[in-house]
Every structure is written in C-alpha cells, then in structure tokens.
Nanobody
Framework: QVQLVESGGGSVQAGRSLRLSCTGSGFIYSDNCMGWFRQAPGKEREGVAC????????FYSDAVKARFTISRDNAKNTLYLQLDSLKPEDTALYYC????????????????????WGRGTQVTVSS
C-alpha cells in the first residue's frame, strides 16, 4: 500500500520558518520524482517546488523562489521543504506528491503528472 505522510505544519508569524517533511512507503521512493504543492481556501492547487529522484535538480515557483528549499533523503524515504521568510499568502494546505521518472528529470507542476499524493499538512501564517 502506497503512502505519503506529511508533517511539520503549524501556525507561525510572518517572517518565521517551518520545515515540512513527507515520508513515503509502499513504493520505490528513490525511483520517483517528488513535488510539493499547496492549496489555499477557494484557490486551485498549485505547484511550489519539485525535485529529481536523486536530488540533483530542483525547480521552484516564482512565489517561493529564494524563500523555500526542497530536499530529499532517499535513505530515509523522506522529502523536505524548508519554508523561510514566511508570508501570510503562504497560508495553505501543503501536499507532497510522487511520480516515477528517469534520472536527472523533473515532473514539474502538472497535477496529473503525479501518481501518489499525501493528505496534506496545514501551514498558517499570521501578520
């Protein structure tokens, strides 16, 4: 049974940091590209960051570039998202997603390009 479980969300003030984690099981984690997405109330789900299966390539949305950092530890089947300099507009439910992919490639931010999804972890940023 494939599972992706996010953790690390919370409520913080603007300017502070959080670190999200996503642990996978039931599939070959190191064969999968990974992505972080978020969805705010009343808005569509949007891509935030994605990473290649070996972690050697990353890509960020313009909204989070230079503030968020995606990384992964394949030995622990875990994906991370470091959120720095948080803003109220970062408030959303954050999801991780996985998709089988070749080495040195990225899946991008197409929702339908990912095979597995977690249930999300809430991030709330107050001003």
């Amino acid at each position: 049974q494939v599972q992706l479980v996010e953790s690390g969300g919370g409520s913080v003030q603007a300017g502070r940091s959080l670190r999200l984690s996503c642990t996978g099981s039931g599939f070959i984690y190191s064969d999968n590209c990974m992505g972080w997405f978020r969805q705010a109330p009343g808005k569509e789900r949007e891509g935030v960051a994605c990473i290649s299966r070996d972690g050697d390539r990353t890509f960020y949305s313009d909204a989070v570039k230079a503030r968020f950092t995606i990384s992964r530890d394949n030995a622990k089947n875990t994906l991370y998202l470091q959120l720095d300099s948080l803003k109220p507009e970062d408030t959303a439910l954050y999801y991780c997603a996985a998709a089988a992919c070749p080495p040195a490639t990225l899946r991008g931010f197409g929702i339908h390009d990912y095979d597995y999804w977690g249930r999300g972890t809430q991030v709330t940023v107050s001003s």
